[in-house]
C-alpha cells in the first residue's frame, strides 16, 4: 500500500483544534464503554489509543506504514493491552466472530471499497456485536456545502489520503446488515469546512 508520509507526518497538528473542542469528547463517548476485544479498523495515528478505557484487548489495524509509524510511538501510553495489524479493512485476517466490537472513526471515507469493508466487519464481528462509527459524510443535496464538496473533491481526496467527500456512511453500513442503536447527525465542526456534517453512532449486527 502507499505510503502518505507527509499527510500522516502533519495529521495530529492539523487535527488538534477539532479533537479538543470536539471530536475528542466524543471519541471518549463511543470509545470509553467498550468491552471485550475490539478491532480499531484504520486506527491510523493512533488518536483512539487514550479513549480505551474498558476493553479486554484492542487491535489497532492501519495499513499505511506511515501512519502506522506514528501510531507506535503511542502505544505505551495505551491504557488497555493493544497489538498492532498491516490490515486492510477490505480485507482482514481474522476469524469470523472474532471480535465484541468494531470501531470505524474518520476511515470509511478512505477506504477503496467501503461496500467490501463493511462486509469485512460484519464477519469478524460476534452476532450481536458493536460497530461504532465516527465519520463525515455527504451534506445533503440542497445544502451550499453539498456543491462545495463535489466541487472540490478530487482535489481533496488526492491531499488527504484518498479521503472522500460525498459518501453516505450511515446508508452504507444499513445496507451491510447493521442496525444502529443510536445515530447523530452532527454539525459541530465550522460550517466552511469539507466534513463539517458528520455521523457519530452505534449499530449492532443482529
Known amino acids: 500500500m502507499k505510503e502518505h508520509r507527509i499527510f500522516a507526518a502533519s495529521y495530529d497538528s492539523i487535527i ?43 487491535v489497532l489495524a492501519e495499513p499505511d506504514g506511515a501512519m502506522r509509524a506514528k501510531m507506535n510511538a503511542k502505544l505505551g501510553s495505551a491504557p488497555v493491552p493493544v497489538e498492532v495489524s498491516d490490515a ?47 465519520e463525515h459524510v455527504e451534506a445533503s443535496p440542497d445544502a451550499r456545502l453539498h456543491r462545495w464538496q463535489h466541487r472540490i473533491g478530487p482535489v481533496w ?28 447527525r452532527l454539525r459541530e465542526l465550522p460550517a466552511w469546512m469539507p466534513i463539517s456534517p458528520m455521523i457519530s453512532g452505534v449499530a449492532t449486527k443482529p
Open 88 to 134: 486492510p479493512a477490505e480485507d482482514l485476517p481474522f476469524p469470523d466472530a472474532s471480535f465484541d466490537a468494531v470501531v470505524c472513526t474518520l476511515v470509511l471515507c478512505t477506504v477503496a471499497d467501503p461496500e467490501r469493508a463493511l462486509a469485512e466487519i460484519h464477519r469478524v464481528l460476534v452476532p450481536g456485536g458493536t460497530l461504532v462509527v465516527l
Open 16 to 58: 488538534a483544534s477539532v479533537e479538543k473542542k470536539v471530536l475528542g469528547r466524543r471519541r471518549r463517548a463511543l470509545l470509553g464503554p467498550l468491552t471485550g476485544r475490539v478491532l480499531d479498523v484504520g486506527a491510523g495515528t493512533g488518536v483512539n489509543i487514550p479513549y480505551y478505557e474498558a476493553a479486554a484487548r484492542v
Open 157 to 184: 481526496t488526492k491531499l488527504a489520503a484518498g479521503c472522500v467527500l460525498t459518501r453516505d456512511t450511515a446508508i452504507s453500513v444499513e445496507k451491510a446488515g447493521f442496525t444502529f442503536t443510536s445515530l447523530d
